[in-house]
């Protein structure tokens, strides 16, 4: 039995259900709003970040241990067939990190928590009034993270290279978070749009098209697979 | 040849530096300010954080990539006898990353961003008015930090378990950063103490300790091993 503590729009959560349903791991899923630092929660892990991955008895806390003990021990059974989704070549293996530390630390400080806070927190927890500052930097380093990884895909069919990897699922992780809330500029990044229909329309990423939160409805072209 | 793209007082950098040490590898150094976003420094890693090492064609960009290459490529030549880093079993090595994404993410962005801002970025470029409050806070989240650093190691004789491993060289790197600006309560945490005084004892990291910035004196005890 595993289990796995997330939120349901946080981008590394994401990533690692992901990464579990590649792995044909049937985790059952847990909710935590990292932003109440439950006492509970925090017995569990002691830092508070999400996503937690529970074995019987024990916690893998944060995505890139979890991320890399998934990757090190493969498929949840041997008779799943998984695709491999970290190269071989150690130099390969470098940038598929970079990427995905890109995402999760650089991507995430710059666009995610400013946009997390300004949409999902603070309306809901703290209800001071809204900060159009704030989103508007987050969208501007959006543009900037997007040019950046239509410039990767120009030359690359997947974003760590020739082959999809965990670097994929990460980014779109990431984006599909932003989609939800509607603030995917697709028309301005057609390189992008196009590798992420192919990310969505693998079986993996069914589950996160389905889930919804509470007052926040995704835009219609969120679950279309040809948007 | 190998080079490293660090900052002297870069936490990250520090760990790069320790491992390369433990490892065998005599690389250059070039030092880089993170905050000066030079033109040249991108081209080599677009992300714009450090380290960076170079080898001949290749850059691996950031303290993950690179610390997990050095573990998966091992020492620099066969000839060099260096300690295990990490461990074997899956889980330990989840408990070895999860310490070392600690210190590198969450005691960095809650204690080190603040200070380095601070003590060399503001003073030195800026210039603007110091912001005592900014100090107050890193302080006061150092504390808490170093509260549960004790905590571990009344239970382990190393940071992540019974052995020496790359999270004791990530934690001690962190440290010696605060410690170069004397701002380390050591009185209040002997527990910390020896175990800094044991990691500070091993040979990597004598580089580190006679290390200088321009303008400012570490403590006396900063180079002292029996401190």
């Not at 990897?165 to 697709?186: E, F, K, N, Q, R």
Request: hydrophobic share 40%; proline share 8%; charged share 20%.
């Amino acid at each position: 039995m595993v289990q796995l503590i997330h939120y349901t729009l946080c981008p590394l959560s994401r990533t690692a259900r992901l990464l579990l349903a590649e792995y044909g791991y049937d985790a059952a899923l847990a909710e935590e709003k990292p932003w109440e630092w439950r006492p509970e929660f925090l017995s569990v892990n002691p830092g508070g970040n999400l996503p937690v991955l529970l074995f019987e008895n024990t916690a893998l806390c944060g995505i890139t241990p979890i991320t890399e003990y998934l990757l090190e021990s493969g498929p949840a059974t041997p008779a799943v067939t998984s695709v491999e989704l970290m190269p071989e070549e150690l130099i390969a293996r470098a940038e598929i990190r970079r990427l995905s530390d890109w995402f999760h630390d650089k991507f995430h400080d710059e666009v995610w928590s400013y946009m997390s806070y300004e949409r999902l927190e603070n309306p809901f927890v703290h209800r001071l009034p809204p900060n159009p500052e704030a989103i508007r930097v987050a969208m501007a380093n959006l543009r900037n993270h997007l040019f950046y990884l239509s410039r990767l895909l120009e030359e690359r069919y997947w974003v760590g290279g020739e082959y999809i990897s965990v670097a994929d699922l990460t980014a779109a992780a990431h984006i599909s978070c932003l989609d939800y809330l509607g603030d995917m500029p697709w028309e301005k990044v057609p390189i992008v749009k196009n590798w992420y229909a192919r990310v969505k329309s693998r079986p993996s990423f069914r589950q996160l098209l389905h889930d919804t939160i509470p007052s926040i409805v995704p835009p219609a072209h969120y679950t279309d697979l040809d948007f």
